[in-house]
């Protein structure tokens, strides 16, 4: 299966458990790889037959900025769902971390794998 990748993408919203984290705006960075056949898109050059990963990037952005869960797994989640309501996309992969949120680790995070048969 042929793969639409999106690497870091870099939100700010609320998440997390602590008080404090419930009133400010935390970086989000997020990355996808979404499982699709593009050998139609390959064959035609349309956009029609593609994951337009423009249009997923900003509907994966305005729910990671909008949602504010309270933990990296349930935006992992939603995010995942969110990103199989495309028809073209099969399986999906979401990573969700939190840069700088345990101190001495660059980032912590989860991914979570989901596919349409699910």
């Known amino acids: 299966m042929d793969k639409v990748i999106i690497k ?13 984290e419930r009133k400010i705006q935390q970086e989000i960075l997020i990355n996808i790889i979404a499982f699709t056949d593009t050998r139609q898109a ?7 037959d593609c994951v337009d990963y423009k249009v997923l990037s900003k509907k994966v952005l305005a ?24 028809p073209m996309i099969q399986r999906i992969i979401v990573r969700v971390e939190k840069p ?8 912590v995070g989860v991914e979570v794998e989901r596919s349409r048969d699910e």
């Open 8 to 20: 870091d993408l870099a939100a700010r919203g609320v998440i997390g458990v602590n008080d404090w």
């Open 100 to 107: 700088g949120a345990v101190r001495f680790a660059k980032s």
């Open 42 to 48: 390959g064959a035609t050059d349309n956009i029609q």
């Open 63 to 86: 729910h990671a900025e909008s949602s504010a869960p309270l933990t990296v797994e349930a935006l992992a989640n939603s995010l995942a769902k969110l990103c199989l309501e495309d």
